[in-house]
């Protein structure tokens, strides 16, 4: 039997980043090499910021290493390049350094950022032996980070419509027992539902095998075109229901797209986007929840990354009863602001475009307000833990932070300094206590 946080994990990593710079470094007295250090005839180099977070008021700190460990002194130079986000250069510059065979070079780097933001940084070594380049990000006031795009007056009316449509559908819930998927400790289900457009959908519940008890609820939700499985553990205290919307896994009866073409299934109408039925579908699965007696309809934890990120903090704006929420790395945050910073998902509306005559990306953006992960912010209620990484070339940092900033209830947000678009143990750990210690379960 997998342990419960190891297939956890693993479920996680389905469910899915005018200023006047100023700069200086300080070069520090060179070291013996300790003596556990590598065995000779290496250079080994690493860059850290001076804050675990990467985050600074004003003055990022870094600290370049160099390890000598070879038999000849290393001569040559250090030189950097920062960028915004957008990859526009903004700085530059080099120092000459000199590391002596069998010592530890140390090199202090202050760079001088004035308006909140993120930004990136490459740090190169090219030395006698060794050349090599190190891609570092830092933020500066985070927390100011504000969008420049208005939200649809309409918006919650928008949304309001849509759940009403779905509640004239007959959700049809069907709750299959599957013995060949099922364990000693754990019953697997097929379950089924009808959402909004009459679409079927499916997924899995699993449940301890534990008579007359009720369990707390995790509602994991997808990735971009990925199937989740049903998820199992050992916790005794919670059911893990695992959703394939409408176009993943299991639930593409009605809508069967290829991959590269969902993101942009009907984004011509606001109204009629793939992605407004996909939420209508996170929604539906609370239904499914509140039909089950042996489910706690007050203790609901929705979670996903990317994606899947998206759709739990739409769904906890939508829907009350959510409990807590999740969200690592979610798309659709501050959308009109990475038309030009990255390929996903604007590489694909560019593409559509062209097969409609007529059709704008301003169109389309205009359309996407309604789904902008930003737009949603203000209106969730319940906990929310976010998470980032500052090398994340899908989302940028951010775009996810400015969508932080507008969250009104209790909030956390977990930094990773060294991760692009991916979800970190550390998180994964933090994530599982907090549920637990929120919902005043045990492990």
Not at 169 to 180: A, G, R, T
Request: aromatic share 10%; proline share 5%.
């Amino acid at each position: 039997m997998i342990g419960y946080k190891n297939i956890y994990g693993v479920v996680c990593l389905l469910l899915l980043l005018g200023v006047k710079p100023a700069f200086a470094h300080v070069v520090r007295d060179t070291v013996p090499a300790q003596a556990e250090a590598p065995a000779a005839g290496e250079v080994l180099v690493e860059v850290n910021a001076t804050d675990k977070n990467a985050v600074f008021e004003k003055t990022a700190k870094f600290i370049f290493t160099v390890n000598n460990t070879t038999a000849t002194d290393q001569v040559g130079k250090i030189s950097w390049v920062l960028t915004s986000v957008t990859g526009e250069k903004l700085k530059h510059d080099a120092i000459d350094v000199k590391i002596a065979r069998g010592t530890l070079g140390k090199y202090d780097f202050n760079i001088d950022r004035d308006d909140p933001g993120f930004y990136k940084v490459d740090f190169m070594i090219n030395v006698s032996e060794y050349d090599d380049t190190l891609h570092k990000a830092f933020g500066i006031k985070p927390e100011r980070i504000k969008s420049d795009h208005k939200r649809p007056v309409d918006f919650d009316a928008f949304w309001e419509t849509a759940k009403v449509e779905l509640s004239k559908v007959k959700p049809e819930f069907k709750c299959i027992l599957k013995p060949e998927l099922s364990t000693p400790s754990r019953n697997v289900y097929l379950i089924e539902m009808k959402s909004l457009g009459n679409v079927l959908i499916r997924g899995w519940l699993t449940e301890p095998t534990v008579k007359n008890k009720k369990f707390a609820v995790i509602l994991g939700l997808p990735g971009y075109q990925i199937e989740l499985p049903p998820i199992f553990g050992e916790d005794r205290d919670v059911a893990f229901i695992s959703l394939n919307v409408r176009g993943q896994g299991n639930s593409r009866t009605n809508v069967n797209t290829r991959a590269e073409e969902y993101i942009v299934h009907h984004i011509e109408k606001k109204d009629k986007y793939v992605m407004r039925g996909v939420i209508m579908d996170c929604i539906r699965a609370i239904d499914f929840i509140y039909s089950r007696d042996e489910l706690r309809h007050d203790k609901i934890f929705v979670k996903g990354g990317s994606m899947g990120g998206f759709l739990a903090m739409a769904t906890a704006s939508l829907d009350k009863r959510v409990g807590l929420c999740s969200a690592q790395s979610p798309i659709f945050s501050d959308i009109r602001s990475v038309v030009n910073e990255v390929e996903f998902p604007i590489k694909s509306i560019k593409k559509y475009i062209t097969t409609q005559p007529g059709l704008t990306v301003d169109k389309i953006l205009d359309n996407l307000d309604y789904y902008d992960v930003k737009n949603f912010a203000p209106n969730i209620t319940c906990k929310v833990l976010m998470s980032i990484g500052l090398l994340d070339t899908y989302i940028p940092p951010s775009n996810d932070y400015t969508v932080f900033n507008l969250l009104k209830t209790n909030k956390r947000i977990l930094i990773f300094r060294d991760l692009g678009h991916d979800v970190s143990p550390k998180y994964i750990d933090l994530e599982l206590a907090w549920m637990h210690d929120e919902f005043g379960l045990f492990l």
